[in-house]
T-cell receptor
Framework: GAGVSQTPSNKVTEKGKYVELRCDPI?????LYWYRQSLGQGPEFLIY????????DSGLPNDRFFAVRPEGSVSTLKIQRTERGDSAVYLC?????????????FGPGTRLTVL | EDQVTQSPEALRLQEGESSSLNCSYT??????LFWYRQDPGKGPEFLFT???AGEEKEKERLKATLTKKESFLHITAPKPEDSATYLC??????????FGKGTRLHILP
């Protein structure tokens, strides 16, 4: 079956621009996670959705970052006034219901480059 | 502060040379410890979840073990296709998931 998909696979933008990154989770998965991974580092937690609501957004670095999941399926991570330090791979993962017993399935990531 | 430390940062082995990767953690109320494999340009791929000290899980040439302070990923007679970055993560009592920086494993044929 289809796994987690993310679009675009690569995004190059200029400092100060607005970007949207999309995640399509596995069908039926209620839990969705966003992570950011810099070169040579492990994924860093950003936000966790359970259904349509953000259950934990404590990992968002500042108010330029925002994520939505209006219908409990597709999620969009939005970054305003991008900065060069935002350059990283943004990973999305989904799991059946967020319980520890359910593994997270990761997408391939979106590589964001801010010039 | 909750944290995860993996060692070594990188490891080069000859094909067939067994070894172990270490994941040390400090976390309040461990709910689970996870091992993932990540290939270049791809997202992490789930390997194991361990829940309590003394637990062990195996998959092909990999075996993961857990104590109260650390986890080991043992690789027996590795093959070149086992080359990847291996990530360890913990889920704390507040449900946060914290990843280590990973160990880059390179198996030489």
């Amino acid at each position: 079956g289809a796994g987690v998909s993310q679009t675009p696979s690569n995004k190059v933008t200029e400092k100060g621009k607005y970007v949207e990154l999309r995640c399509d989770p596995i069908s039926g998965h209620t839990a969705l996670y966003w992570y950011r991974q810099s070169l040579g580092q492990g994924p860093e937690f950003l936000i966790y959705f359970q259904g349509t609501g953000a259950a934990d957004d404590s990992g968002l670095p500042n108010d330029r970052f925002f994520a939505v999941r209006p219908e409990g399926s597709v999620s969009t991570l939005k970054i305003q006034r991008t900065e060069r330090g935002d350059s990283a791979v943004y990973l999305c993962a989904s799991s059946l219901n967020g319980d520890t017993y359910n593994e997270q399935f990761f997408g391939p990531g979106t590589r964001l480059t801010v010039l | 502060e909750d944290q995860v430390t993996q060692s070594p940062e990188a490891l080069r082995l000859q094909e067939g040379e067994s070894s172990s990767l270490n994941c040390s953690y400090t976390v309040s109320g461990l709910r689970g410890l996870f091992w993932y494999r990540q290939d270049p340009g791809k997202g992490p791929e789930f390997l194991f979840t361990l829940y309590s000290a003394g637990e062990e899980k195996e998959k092909e040439r990999l075996k993961a073990t857990l104590t109260k302070k650390e986890s080991f990923l043992h690789i027996t007679a590795p093959k070149p296709e086992d080359s990847a970055t291996y990530l360890c993560a913990v889920q704390a009592g507040d449900d946060k998931i914290i990843f280590g920086k990973g160990t880059r494993l390179h198996i030489l044929p």
